[in-house]
């Protein structure tokens, strides 16, 4: 069955890889082999065919000992019986090493015994038979199969090794944290906003997590953790929806948080999670930040309720379709949008739909206890420690945003914006409970307020 499963997806048009790849990857492979040998499913039949079920092997009410009877011919015979103990339920019995299983078959347009679902009864027990036969075969291999993973080193295969190389030689470099030390030389502001034009910060090594989904692979695949393959006939492993690594689901556990999203597979800009989209744009900060703070700075930083003052909504949706659909290439100059509130605006909404705030839903707690603290050193003291707890990627676009806030503040005779005015407003941006609630969302007001407020008065000596 796994044969014509196969078939069907290289023999019969859908090829993917030459065929030499997938001679090569037999021979490399025990759980491959072991896979071909599984016995294979055989039905049998009832005599008097019962056709009140869904189930096409369904033979009625009969007793488990009457079962175990009919399936003891061969290894790999099924049959579907009603439970005796639950009537109404069916009971697959399969035969495999000698002795029957019994489980609990649903259907809901897809039948299943456990997570994964089958269009028919006989692939369901063709995988339940690659699994057991696997399991009780390989078992001791695959409690080692994790233990000297290729993941790590190169060298493994002429075939994987080409994958590998490109995989290890993006962000595999030390140190894995960012480190956060103030350069000297841009001290003043005026001359940090000059270095702001045009800073060659091109490489980050922010730790990032996989993102890793359940996958049903098209003929054979080999985990690319510990290079064996990935055997079953559905399900058989999982893939990082960010960067494409396929894995088994037990390896995906000790994958490395090293996950370099690919642009192809990154289908947006807003509401992108942050650290997912620095990494895969390669860079320090979220380019939408970088871009629209750029443009504020060089031609609204006097303008009157900068931040406050909102800009026409349908035009600032425009905006965030130009970033979703032209990445850094977005055109935001004045001559496509010349009131300066869209682009604020756009930084706004920005910064509200990210899937985990600036400030993370983790460390949101802390902050909000910080800024309830009575003496004003020990309040400083708790929002540098939250600060260095933010994930890099966060932290790195606070530092920078907060600069660019203070030095809006410095223009306030003229945009009538300070420190307390924006904490109003960048305060529930930036940080949002982690609970949904309207009562803690108004009692925190406040504490938002003071935090951000914080952030931009002192600035230069918490980052
Ligand atoms: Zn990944
Ligand atoms: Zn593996």
Same mark, same amino acid.
């Given at each position: 069955?796994?044969? +014509?499963?196969?078939?069907?997806?290289?023999?019969?048009?859908?090829?993917?890889?030459?065929?030499?790849?997938?001679?090569?990857?037999? =021979?490399?492979?025990?759980?491959?082999?072991? /896979?071909?040998?599984?016995?294979?499913?055989?039905?049998?039949?009832?005599?008097?065919?019962? $056709?009140?079920?869904?189930?096409?092997?369904? #033979?009625?009410?009969?007793?488990?000992?009457? +079962?175990?009877?009919?399936?003891?011919?061969?290894?790999?015979?099924?049959?579907?019986?009603?439970? /005796?103990?639950?009537?109404?339920?069916?009971?697959?019995?399969?035969?495999?090493?000698?002795?029957?299983?019994?489980?609990?078959?649903?259907?809901?347009?897809?039948?299943?015994?456990?997570?994964?679902?089958?269009? $028919?009864?006989?692939?369901?027990?063709?995988?339940?038979?690659?699994?057991?036969?696997?399991?009780?075969?390989?078992?001791?291999?695959?409690?080692?199969?994790?233990?000297?993973?290729?993941?790590? #080193?190169?060298?493994?295969?002429?075939?994987?090794?080409?994958?590998?190389?490109?995989?290890? $030689?993006?962000?595999?470099?030390?140190?894995?944290?960012?480190?956060?030390?103030?350069?000297?030389?841009?001290?003043?502001?005026?001359?940090?906003?000059?270095? &702001?034009?045009?800073?060659?910060?091109?490489? *980050?090594?922010?730790?990032?997590?996989?993102?890793?989904?359940?996958?049903?692979?098209?003929?054979?695949?080999?985990?690319?953790?510990?290079?064996?393959?990935?055997?079953? &006939?559905?399900? /058989?492993?999982?893939? *990082?929806?960010?960067?494409?690594?396929?894995?088994?689901?037990?390896?995906?556990?000790?994958?490395?948080?090293? *996950?370099?999203?690919?642009?192809?597979?990154?289908?947006?800009?807003?509401?992108?999670?942050?650290?997912?989209?620095?990494?895969?744009?390669?860079?320090?900060?979220p380019m939408v930040v970088d871009m629209c703070i750029r443009e504020?700075? &060089?031609?609204?930083?006097?303008?009157?309720?900068?931040?406050?003052?909102?800009?026409?909504?349908?035009?600032?949706?425009?905006?965030?379709?130009?970033f979703?659909?032209?990445?850094e290439?977005a055109?935001i100059?004045?001559?496509?949008?010349?009131?300066?509130?869209?682009i604020?605006?756009a930084l706004?909404?920005?910064?509200?739909?990210?899937?985990?705030?600036?400030?993370?839903?983790?460390?949101? $707690?802390?902050?909000?206890?910080?800024?309830?603290?009575?003496?004003?050193?020990?309040?400083?003291?708790?929002?540098?420690?939250?600060? =260095?707890?933010?994930?890099?990627? #966060?932290?790195?676009?606070?530092?920078?945003?907060? +600069?660019?806030?203070?030095?809006?503040?410095?223009?306030?005779?003229?945009?009538?914006?300070?420190?307390?005015?924006?904490?109003?407003?960048?305060?529930?941006?930036?940080?949002?409970?982690?609970?949904?609630?309207?009562?803690?969302?108004?009692?925190?007001?406040?504490?938002?307020?003071?935090?951000?407020?914080?952030?931009?008065?002192?600035?230069?000596?918490?980052?």
């Open positions: 069955a796994f044969r +014509a499963g196969f078939k069907a997806s290289y023999g019969g048009g859908v090829v993917s890889c030459p065929v030499s790849y997938v001679l090569i990857n037999f =021979l490399l492979s025990v759980l491959y082999q072991l /896979q071909q040998e599984a016995p294979r499913p055989k039905r049998i039949t009832c005599p008097q065919e019962v $056709s009140t079920s869904v189930f096409l092997q369904f #033979h009625g009410m009969i007793s488990r000992e009457y +079962a175990d009877e009919l399936l003891s011919g061969a290894e790999g015979s099924y049959l579907i019986r009603e439970s /005796q103990r639950q009537p109404g339920s069916h009971t697959l019995a399969l035969r495999f090493g000698h002795q029957t299983f019994n489980y609990r078959l649903f259907y809901d347009g897809k039948h299943f015994v456990g997570e994964k679902r089958f269009e $028919s009864v006989h692939d369901l027990v063709t995988d339940a038979l690659i699994i057991l036969y696997i399991e009780t075969k390989a078992a001791e291999y695959i409690a080692k199969m994790t233990t000297n993973p290729i993941y790590e #080193h190169l060298g493994y295969t002429s075939l994987l090794k080409d994958k590998m190389v490109h995989r290890l $030689s993006r962000g595999r470099t030390e140190p894995r944290r960012v480190t956060f030390q103030r350069d000297e030389k841009i001290s003043s502001p005026l001359v940090r906003r000059s270095a &702001l034009k045009d800073t060659p910060e091109k490489q *980050c090594f922010y730790e990032k997590i996989h993102n890793f989904k359940v996958h049903t692979f098209r003929g054979p695949h080999w985990c690319e953790y510990c290079a064996n393959f990935m055997w079953g &006939l559905i399900a /058989q492993g999982v893939r *990082c929806s960010d960067c494409g690594l396929n894995v088994h689901k037990q390896c995906s556990k000790l994958v490395p948080s090293d *996950c370099q999203p690919d642009l192809r597979r990154i289908k947006k800009v807003f509401s992108c999670d942050l650290t997912t989209l620095v990494k895969a744009h390669n860079t320090t900060r504020i700075e &060089l031609r609204g930083m006097k303008s009157e309720g900068l931040y406050r003052v909102s800009g026409f909504s349908e035009h600032i949706e425009d905006v965030r379709l130009s979703d659909r032209d990445g290439k055109d100059s004045a001559s496509a949008y010349a009131d300066i509130n869209i604020a605006g706004k909404l920005y910064l509200r739909d990210l899937p985990i705030p600036v400030i993370t839903f983790d460390l949101y $707690s802390k902050f909000i206890q910080a800024a309830k603290m009575p003496n004003s050193d020990s309040r400083l003291e708790a929002i540098h420690e939250g600060l =260095l707890q933010l994930p890099p990627a #966060h932290y790195e676009t606070l530092r920078y945003l907060m +600069a660019h806030l203070k030095r809006v503040t410095m223009f306030e005779k003229d945009n009538l914006m300070n420190a307390e005015n924006l904490g109003i407003i960048f305060g529930p941006t930036l940080m949002q409970p982690p609970e949904l609630n309207a009562l803690t969302t108004l009692n925190d007001m406040r504490q938002q307020k003071v935090v951000v407020q914080l952030l931009i008065e002192h600035e230069d000596v918490l980052f």
